[in-house]
């Protein structure tokens, strides 16, 4: 039993670690390959099959399309990214029905988070000194910068990993 452990244990650490690269990329270029949801998805089979306790695959494959197809709808309105869309599915089928209200809450805190720092970085890279940062006007186009949401996302997949990991 302990080797099925380790062997879960370790496809959990590469979980996150592709997660950790799909939000270093959205970071640096506001890109998220499509390699990166496609390697988390193909890489949850074998968390099912050396997970230390049953799981609810089936019902996580449920969730994880519902949510792609939300994500592909927000994308179509330009709302979130294709690569954010495709990214927060494949994590949802690693939450499955335990983990996915704490996964989205969480992703919806530190994109909180994100956004208003970057709505501080544009006040104070528009204010000719840090003292009248806050009489500057405020900038009509911050609503359409990007975001790397990607981020975010990963922030919330890392508490699942680290779930997942405790609960082995």
Partial sequence: ?????????FVVVC??????SAAVSDIL?????NRLPLAVALLYPAYVLAAPQPVDWLF????????LAIGFALFSAKICGA???KLFAAIALWSGPELILPFTFITTLAGGVIAI?????NYFARAATPLLVFQTPADPTIGKQQ????AAIAV????VAFTLLRIS
Avoid: H, K, N
């Fill in 83 to 85: 690569g954010d869309a």
């Fill in 147 to 150: 975001m790397p949401y990607g």
């Fill in 60 to 67: 996580a494959i449920s969730l994880a399309s519902a949510f």
């Fill in 1 to 9: 039993m302990p080797t099925i452990t380790f062997i879960g244990d």
């Fill in 156 to 159: 919330a997949a890392l508490y």
């Fill in 117 to 121: 720092f970057l709505w501080l970085q």
């Fill in 15 to 20: 979980f996150a670690a592709l997660v950790f």
């Fill in 29 to 33: 270029t506001f890109r998220i390959p």
